[in-house]
């Protein structure tokens, strides 16, 4: 089967990634397990998604060919369904973070600077837009327009917690990593540092290997 052609710069002179199908399940997969474990919204991997239903496509296209009772369409048919599953649990992860952080997401991405990778994909932004609205009109007409006028607003960036970036996870580590530091539990706590080997195992506090996740050096399990 064809390489996939995999666009991830905005900039036209920059080449394109070309990886095998199996290497862009693979990347599904990592985005959508570092998705479900991380507590904030990553970074959106929309092209990856796009391509993921193109070849979907392309595989259901082959299977209408095969011949009725072929064992390996029945195979193929089964792994078409496990991957719209990885997909689907991916997108519906994502869509539950902008419903429980919308406020923190949006506020996140009014103050991206230019160049910065968004973590929302167009359609998101749209829904998270649509979602605080809907949120505000339907607080307004049930409960804020019968309080004092001094009570008739609310400030969700104050009353939506935020992501729990100390929440800890589990990782691998893709790279291997150097004096990555510790944040102690307790001020009598010293500070210290791990090196994080290739394939090692973590249980580690996320807001201090968030960065890793982002840049693919680590992935969470």
Known sequence: MAGVDLGLSENSDEEEEVMTPAELIERL???????KFAPDLLENKSE?????????????????????????ATIHRMEIERIRYVLSSYLRSRLQKIEKYFP?????????????????????????????????????N??????????QTVDFLKSVPKPNLDSFVFLRAKERQENILVEPETDEQRDYTVDLE?????????????????????RLI
């Open 104 to 140: 923190h997401i949006l506020e996140k991405e009014k103050s991206r600077l230019e160049g910065e990778p968004s973590c929302l994909t167009p359609e998101e932004f749209a829904f998270a837009k649509e979602y605080m609205a809907n949120t505000e009109t339907y607080l307004k």
């Open 198 to 218: 290739v394939d090692s195992q973590h249980l580690i506090r996320y807001r201090t290997i968030a960065p890793l996740v982002a840049s693919g050096a680590v």
């Open 142 to 151: 049930v409960a804020l327009k019968h309080m004092p006028p001094n009570l």
């Open 29 to 35: 997969e990592e985005a959508w397990l570092n998705e």
């Open 48 to 72: 990856i998604v796009e391509c993921v239903m193109e070849q979907l496509n392309h595989m259901e296209d082959n299977l209408r060919r095969a011949k009725a009772g072929d064992f390996k």
